[in-house]
Nanobody, 126 residues
Framework: EADLVESGGGSVQAGGSLRLSCTPTGYIHSSSCMAWFRQVAGKEREVVASIHTTGGRPYYVDSVKGRFTISLDNAKNTLYLQMDSLNTEDTAIYYC???????????????????WGQGTQVTVSS
C-alpha cells in the first residue's frame, strides 16, 4: 500500500500564499480520489478539497472556494494544493489522503480515504 509524503507547509502572513505537495511512494489506483484535509486542535478533520485521478470537477469546501486550487500532475505523480489569500482561519495541520478505488469523481468528497500523509503545519499570522 502506498504512503503519501507531503511538503510545502510553513508560516505566512495573512494574504500570502503557500503551495502544498503530496507524492505517493507506492501504488495509487488509476481511478481513485485524492484529497486535502485539515485539522485544528480540538476540532474534527475536514475535507478542504478533493479531485479524481481521471479528472472531473474538483470539490472545495465553501470556506476556501476562490482561494485554493487542487490539482494533480499525473506526469510527476504529485498532488498539489495552491493556497492564496490565506487568512488566520486557515491555520491547521494539512493532510493529503487517497482512497483505494472510486469510479466517479462526484463521490470524492465523501469517499473513504484509507491512505494518509503525515501532515504538514500551515500557520497564518495576522
Amino acid at each position: 500500500e502506498a504512503d503519501l509524503v507531503e511538503s510545502g507547509g510553513g508560516s505566512v502572513q495573512a494574504g500570502g500564499s503557500l503551495r502544498l505537495s503530496c507524492t505517493p511512494t507506492g501504488y495509487i489506483h488509476s481511478s481513485s480520489c485524492m484529497a486535502w484535509f485539515r485539522q485544528v486542535a480540538g476540532k474534527e478533520r475536514e475535507v478542504v478539497a478533493s479531485i479524481h485521478t481521471t479528472g472531473g470537477r474538483p470539490y472545495y469546501v465553501d470556506s476556501v472556494k476562490g482561494r485554493f486550487t487542487i490539482s494533480l500532475d499525473n506526469a510527476k505523480n504529485t498532488l498539489y494544493l495552491q493556497m492564496d489569500s490565506l487568512n488566520t482561519e486557515d491555520t491547521a495541520i494539512y493532510y493529503c489522503a487517497a482512497d483505494r478505488w472510486t469510479p466517479y469523481a462526484n463521490s470524492c468528497p465523501s469517499a473513504e480515504y484509507s491512505t494518509w500523509g503525515q501532515g504538514t503545519q500551515v500557520t497564518v499570522s495576522s
